[in-house]
């Protein structure tokens, strides 16, 4: 029994050792403050984006499920702790620390699905020094891939307005990437993926048609249309553009009848040729086979295609690449830390404080302030505590608790929560062209206006 | 006892599956051709790229080792099956097939490190049309992405001349893929990478500074500059801009004395930066104590401090992106196929015929055509049997025989591979700005001319 597609939670692989995706200086830093005896001070690190992809109207929020999932696997094994051992990189007390390890802290985040900006606090990782900054690499490393793909699948959702898209860019990404880029374009609101491992590990639905290799297998492309309906039915979808577009479709038609699925068409000129199928469709009584097409396509593309007789897009490099932003920029900075190691001394804010590359120190929260139209109008990032006013939506919700997984969800809420997410934003959000975040965000001190 | 850096072969992960890091079409389309009887036919597929990104002079192949891995690894167990026939992904005949899959035909490939231009064949996969479309998703996968980091990567140690240059892009890329990253950065030139994982599981040589989380988590500079002293050495490299860059190697060179190892530049106008920086280390004495800057750095920002004072480079996100070509654009195509399942029938060529997205039937082999002086004038790409001429090297080597894989090298030999190909290319290869690929491709029938 397999459960439904999107309502089921993630499984965890614990087998599927984290530890070592990390950057070597975690482990040299960690070392160095066990030495100094400021390993256990109380920390607090937050992830955010300074600036959104160059002209981007919002970022989207994905690889929260993924980024639970890498901490609860977070341990250093005997072959690991070995490894760094017999090269130098930690001596042994450090090891012997990392033995030992699990993050025990507290992790509030931004909920998957939901919308970003810059400045936005996304993640808060709370605990001491030690624990927390071992985890910045891995958890910047999904973050960033997972929302600069859901960022750049979330305005080609848009652009395609209802009509359903298949993620289909497996092939041009990392093989593993793929897998995450299949979940990240779910939730963003692709309706299907051709990956097969994001099915099985995510629930999320899969499809497919078939390659132009099928068709050049086959003595002729009537053989191999046949081959296919014989296989998988009348609802197929068949490739038609391997040789003469007019002739297969024609043959199509006739082999599958008037309730054929569908026809895929890969080349040309995707929004001359949909018009032409749609016609010959039409006048062989096939008037609900439906018409997708594929292609290097993007955001921009499919909405130029807004008036073509289209009924579905398949899109893969634009989205496993994010769209010509492959990475969303978020970085993991310490933004406040006790002076000693006592559960209760007061945290004190820090900073970076040299040209370039600046940051506000200082524990945040965030609110999106909603206006009575239902409409938002400001992201507020406050330092210190927060009261939030009547119809503000707070967006840090927890994650983690003393070191236990709490925010786990089904992949359907995130993307239920990405809908109302960008339904909530002004209308400049959905625009296409480069401009400002749709939504400003603003600085409060001690919580935002009432 | 860990094999030193670079000189040992790539263990292989079998527990970890890669039969469904596939699209959806590959089983259908198998499924289909089970059924019409064409499964066995004898195919050729190719991998090759139609072009290369805008303005790149060559490209670079990547991958080879993991993509052997991932074919050894390419198994349907239990759950997987499981999973493709209660989703009614394939009926039980295809089930029943993909249990018993092995591949068990021949692969052929450019050797890793080499260099490649459009229309390379850099990957023959000969078996049957089954066996063989199977491996496409992930052969992609792989070659996409090692490909695009392996060839940015090269235009930037051409850059840094003979500085050494760190890859620390993990936490800008998928958790996976970094691993992917620092391995093809390695093979293109990189000396070293933060990425633990790399270093374990392929022996990449892992390096490491310190970040400004360090420095702010300690009561002061000094502090945090002592402490890491201590665990670390006066080997270590110190992070100076957190504050004041002038007051923190003064303060640096005060603690760890003339012999620091180095000084890490991450923020502000570089290039000034680090002449500043040299003028005050040498003042203090510190002659030897190296400049290592990090900060947005792709092959333009590297070029650009070639006068600059600095001994080394730390490379991220514009590595782990591919530079703005975060993808290879490899496509996989069947070319040619027998007509029947007999082991003996002749192969015929086959292509896609209509407009867009050109290929090439029929076989293909290739060579580098070299001049008396020892530089390539032209790629040329033979469709049928080839007889090189005196001076060409053959690029296809043998990489999987009846199944068994026989091409399997260390690290190292990829990197050397890489500094040979690469001082074999006309001079023009190594230019930065947009031209024309360093060598042209020509096709010819029947061999190269003599």
Known sequence: MVPAPGLRVPPVDVDDGT??????????????????????????FEVFARSLPAGRRYGVVAGVGRLLDAIEAFRFD???????TANGIVDDPTAQWLEKYRFSGNVWGYAEGDCYFPESPILVVEGTFAEAVLLETVALSILNHDCAIASAASRMVQAAQDRPIIEMGSRRTHERAAVAAARAAYIAGFTTTSNLEAGRLYGVPTAGTSAHSFTLLHDSERHAFEAQLASLGGGTTLLVDTYDVERA?????????????????????????????????????????????????????????????????????SLVTGSGAPTASLVYKLVARTDGADEDA??????????????????????????????????????????????????????????????????????????????????????????????PTEFVEGGPRA
């Open 78 to 84: 005997t072959a690991e702790l070995e490894f760094l």
């Open 249 to 317: 479709v024609r043959t199509a038609v006739e082999l599958a009848g008037p309730s054929l699925g569908a026809v895929r068409i890969d080349s040309g000129d995707l929004g001359v040729m949909a018009r032409r199928v749609r016609e010959q469709l039409d006048s062989l009584g096939a008037r609900d086979t439906r018409i997708v097409v594929t292609g290097d396509l993007d955001e921009y593309g499919i909405a130029a295609l807004a008036a073509a007789p289209v009924d579905g897009y398949g899109v893969g490099t």
């Open 346 to 439: 007061p945290m004190r804010p820090v900073a970076k404080r040299s040209a370039g590359k600046p940051s506000r120190g200082g524990r945040k929260s965030a609110v999106r302030r909603i206006d009575a139209h239902g409409t938002a109008y400001a992201e507020t990032v406050s330092i210190g505590e927060t009261a939030p006013g009547r119809r503000d939506r707070a967006l840090l919700v927890p994650l983690v608790r003393d070191g236990e997984i709490v925010g786990r969800e089904s992949l359907r809420d995130a993307r239920d929560r990405h809908v109302r997410a960008v339904a909530e934003l002004p209308a400049t959000a959905l625009q296409l062209s480069k401009g400002e975040p749709a939504v």
């Open 19 to 44: 530890a070592l995706l990390t950057d070597r200086y975690e482990l040299t830093m960690l070392q160095a403050a066990l030495r100094s005896g400021t390993a256990g001070r109380r920390a607090v």
